[in-house]
């Protein structure tokens, strides 16, 4: 049996990946199950995250949010029976690389795939399903009434959390960083109900000048917004090809009104004593989005398996429409691993 692993690379060398053989336990552990991989998501792998966690492998497994059919369960295992469809995400010290043919997950880590949701979609979108969750529910305690701000609407995450937050009562607000984006953004309406637009303003960010302070006053009334969710901030004035489009912290903390929320996917966030007063002056909160702490934490396991249960649900049910991902074959495994790690392309499914 064949998995992709990674093999990371000194100093600033590129990390190479490959295929390996590798094999299972022929005892099938209490509270293991044993499921015949569907589909395998391709994300990025943290290398300072694992070494911050103690995780150092010569060779680091790699394809972790996977879904499958259930082959066989430990004694003890009591959610799941053979031949049933599963989904989950491998925890970060797991020894399987998802792209295997079968592997082995803690009972603990996985939830029923809906029988009308397809492997490769949910294995797709999951992880940034459970971004989004995380984001607005844990982080930001969204409710009916509040308004969001969701930067880069468009990518796979941005669009998750317009989705979810227009479900339960949210207005929303995001950004759009090309003039295609700009368009779909504009166009998206929720598949059931009242085909009213789902944002009910899209800026542009792409044509050099941001509006991005006064349209939200605007449309807030001169309050600003509830909740500003991020994909990445600019830290200074200068911009690169890499940074340009992204929101500089202090366009971030303008627009947030008293009380207000702002989760922040940027790992090395540095605010300087002007923006903490600022901040401190709104009596506004500032939250990390680490969604690996999930499964990097044993502390809140059920509250874990609630969220993506619902997330699943969620997309069963046509609340949550992820862009459909175009899978890739498993010899493709390794070139398009490498063009995801290095950022290129923002993730990837194998179908196997």
């Keep these: 049996m064949k998995g992709l692993y990674c093999r990371a690379g000194e100093s600033d060398a590129e990390p190479k ?68 469809e599963v989904v989950g995400i491998l925890p970060l010290d797991s020894p399987c690389s998802g792209l295997c043919d079968v592997i ?21 979108a999951l992880r940034d399903g459970l971004c989004a969750h995380t984001a607005l529910h844990t982080h930001a305690r969204m409710a009916a009434g509040h308004t969001l701000l969701v930067m880069d609407g468009a990518s796979s995450f941005g669009l998750m959390c317009i989705q979810l937050a227009c479900h339960h009562g949210v207005k929303v607000l995001t950004t759009s960083h090309s003039p295609q984006k700009h368009t779909f953004l504009e166009q998206l309406r929720p598949s059931v109900g009242v085909q009213d ?11 050099g000048s941001s509006d991005l302070l006064p ?54 966030l540095q605010l300087d004593p002007p923006d903490c007063r600022f901040l401190y002056l709104k009596s506004a909160s500032l939250t990390f989005l680490n969604h690996e702490v999930w499964t990097a934490s044993s502390a809140q396991q059920g509250r874990y398996l609630h969220i993506l249960k619902d997330v699943v649900e969620k997309m069963s049910a046509g609340v949550l429409r992820p862009q459909p991902e175009e899978a890739v074959p498993l010899y493709e495994a390794t070139v398009t691993m490498a063009t995801v790690q290095c950022h290129q392309k923002k993730k990837a499914v194998v179908q196997l």
Aim: charged share 25%; hydrophobic share 40%.
């Design 17 to 84: 990946f490959v295929i390996q053989e590798t094999s299972l336990p022929e005892v099938l552990g209490s509270h293991l199950v044993r499921v015949q991989v569907k589909a395998c998501g391709l994300s990025p792998v943290d290398f300072k995250l694992l070494e911050d966690l103690g995780i150092q492998r010569d060779l680091i497994p790699v394809g972790r949010e996977v879904a499958g059919v259930v082959l066989q369960v430990g004694d003890k295992v009591s959610f799941f029976q053979p031949e049933d």
């Design 215 to 268: 349209v939200v006053l605007e449309e807030t009334g001169g309050l600003g917004v509830d909740i500003v969710v991020d994909s990445g901030v600019r830290l200074h004035e200068e911009e690169s090809e890499k940074t340009k489009l992204l929101p500089h912290k202090h366009d971030i903390i303008s627009v947030l009104g008293v009380g207000g929320h702002w989760v922040t996917s940027h790992k090395d």
């Design 197 to 207: 637009p789902l944002v009910v303003k899209v800026i542009p960010v792409y044509n």
């Design 104 to 124: 082995e997950i803690d009972e603990h880590y996985l939830v029923q795939k809906p029988e009308k949701l397809s492997s490769v979609c949910v294995a797709g």
